[in-house]
């Protein structure tokens, strides 16, 4: 089962896609950060999301959320697959202990091998705030996402004084 809104976002440690190791703890105070778990590098359902949401950086720029997939292909498939197409944010490999990442955050599919279609957008403090979760094969909509940087920004937005 996925983790719930709320939840504290578990650590972890990934390579990137050139090797470099990423820590989501590094993040905290920081900035907030969009974890995109897909299923499978080069898949033209993965392609296709990871397009749009490289089409869409913009929306997650403005407000300073960190974009960063996460699969569980090898750092040398997730640089080959950011090269072809242009991905300006990080990929992570949760490729060994296999989907190890995936599995803490309830969206492996043992069955299959890899993660779901799932995204968490985690506050600064490290609290998940918006998840999207689709069926296997469903793809997320860029407008889904939109909705979780809007809840984002309401949960961090100062309450006014009276």
């Keep these: 089962m996925a983790l719930e809104i709320g939840s504290l976002a578990p650590d972890f440690e990934l390579p990137n896609q050139f090797g470099e190791h ?5 993040f905290r105070g920081i900035r907030p950060v969009a974890l995109v778990f897909f299923p499978l590098a080069f ?17 997650f ?8 997939g996460i699969s569980v292909d090898s750092k ?6 950011a ?3 242009g991905y300006d944010f990080e990929l992570l490999a949760d490729f060994w202990p296999h989907g190890a990442v995936s599995k803490e955050y309830g969206v492996f599919l043992d069955k299959k091998g890899f993660a779901t279609r799932a995204t968490f957008v985690i506050d600064v ?6 998840s999207i979760i689709t069926e296997p ?4 909509d860029v407008a889904e996402y939109q909705a979780a940087l809007d809840r984002l920004a309401a949960c961090s937005a100062p309450v006014p004084v009276a």
């Design 43 to 59: 898949s033209s359902g993965c392609t296709n999301e990871l397009c749009a949401l490289q089409d869409n950086i913009a929306m």
């Design 76 to 81: 040398a498939t997730l640089r080959s697959f």
């Design 125 to 130: 403090q490290g609290r998940i705030k918006a």
């Design 137 to 140: 094969g469903l793809q997320r």
């Design 22 to 26: 990423v820590r989501l703890s590094d």
């Design 83 to 85: 090269e072809a197409n």
């Design 61 to 68: 720029e403005d407000q300073r959320v960190e974009v960063i």
